[in-house]
């Protein structure tokens, strides 16, 4: 899907859902979703991908999403489900348990385009 797609989607599924473009620097992002968050930022939004609130963060707030979770390595963090990460590595989207002294990525998605693909 799109970004365009997933845009009129996300919409459709709550009005109050809000897009900007992002003007940050976002060369530590990964390049799978750097698009993405230069042409919709999603500043607040919140969509259902398979009857899952799925919360998506703006450009601004990453950095620090990055501390609150610490995957490092694992992966990038870009939204959660329930307090527990969606995050990419390898162009690919994984979900963990939260909490859990030893997570285990769940992959959710062979691509973030895929990923978007997945709202209902």
Avoid: W
């Avoid at 473009?21 to 698009?35: A, G, V």
């Avoid at 162009?91 to 978007?116: Q, R, V």
């Amino acid at each position: 899907m799109n970004i365009k797609d997933f845009e009129k989607r996300a919409m459709e599924q709550d009005k109050r859902n809000i897009f900007k473009k992002c003007n940050d620097n976002l060369s530590t992002m990964p390049e799978p979703i750097q698009k993405f968050f230069e042409e919709a930022n999603p500043t607040d939004v919140e969509v259902s991908m398979d009857g899952n609130a799925i919360k998506f963060y703006p450009c601004e707030e990453l950095g620090d999403l990055q501390k609150d979770y610490e995957l490092e390595e694992h992966g990038y963090v870009f939204a959660t489900c329930n307090s527990d990460p969606i995050f990419i590595n390898s162009g690919k989207i994984y979900t963990c348990c939260h909490g859990s002294p030893n997570p285990k990525s769940e992959l959710m998605a062979d691509s973030f385009e895929e990923f978007l693909a997945l709202i209902d």
